[in-house]
């Protein structure tokens, strides 16, 4: 079993430029959360999303920001016009599903906006 | 929505003393509590759970304790060593609903000293 796999681990962006970081759930794992770590602080909820299905957003700027996970792929969260203030860690985990499960959290990708 | 409230953020030790981390949480809905060790640089790892129908749960030097009543729960660390040097971090969740969505404290930096 690979686990969560994300990549980039690490990418480089300049200000104004996209990002997309893709996050693979484990085998057997049907949902997908991206959470975002700036440094030195917390895990912060982005979304939440199932095959095909955006199940809760409620953590996502409203601007720039998308998510997919599509029906054959990783999902894929997306930054338009990356702003300095985007530089984090950006963390996928996967679960099961509903339930007394603690997630499984991918190696996360290091953004990094210049 | 939940919050959750996590206290001390840094917490230092000697080697060989206890840690105790505590945190609060707002939903009365919430019955599942995850904790999360980081290592600097690294993935959130699951280090224990604990389930609202218990009220303890123990493995090896670390337990978990939760007061439904007062919502609140801890962490606490035995013959602390060099290697729990870690930030620690409680979550919380209504598993079966919501999509199992993870709310997670701010976090605790250990540091056990030598």
């Known amino acids: 079993n690979a686990g969560v796999m994300q990549n980039p681990r690490h990418l480089v962006r300049r200000r104004g430029q996209e990002a997309r970081l893709r996050c693979s759930p484990m085998k057997g794992h049907s949902h997908v959360y991206w959470y975002r770590q700036l440094p030195e602080e917390g895990l912060k909820f982005m979304v939440y999303l199932q095959k095909e299905n955006i199940i809760d957003e409620s953590g996502m700027p409203k601007e720039r920001f998308s998510a997919e996970f599509p029906?054959?792929?990783?999902?894929?969260?997306?930054?338009q016009q990356v702003v300095r203030g985007d530089s984090a860690a950006y963390f996928c985990a996967s679960s099961p599903g509903t339930g007394y499960y603690g997630y499984t959290f991918g190696s996360g990708t290091r953004l990094t906006v210049v | 929505g939940e919050n959750v409230e996590q206290h001390p953020s840094t917490l230092s030790v000697q080697e060989g003393d206890s840690a105790v981390i505590k945190c609060t949480y707002s939903d009365s809905a919430s019955n599942y509590f995850p904790?999360?060790?980081?290592?600097?640089?690294?993935?959130?790892?699951?280090?224990?759970?604990?389930?609202?129908?218990?009220?303890?749960?123990?493995?090896?030097?670390?337990a978990v304790t939760l007061n439904k009543t007062a919502k609140h729960f801890s962490l606490h660390i035995t013959e602390t060593q060099p290697e729990d040097s870690a930030v620690y971090f409680c979550a919380a969740t209504a598993a079966q609903a919501a999509g199992n969505k993870l709310t997670f404290g701010g976090g605790t930096r250990v540091l056990v000293k030598p």
Do not use: F, T
């Open chain 1, 71 to 79: 029906k054959e792929g990783p999902s894929i969260l997306r930054i």
């Open chain 2, 35 to 62: 904790w999360y060790k980081q290592e600097l640089g690294k993935r959130p790892q699951l280090i224990i759970d604990i389930r609202s129908n218990v009220g303890e749960k123990k493995d090896q030097r670390i």
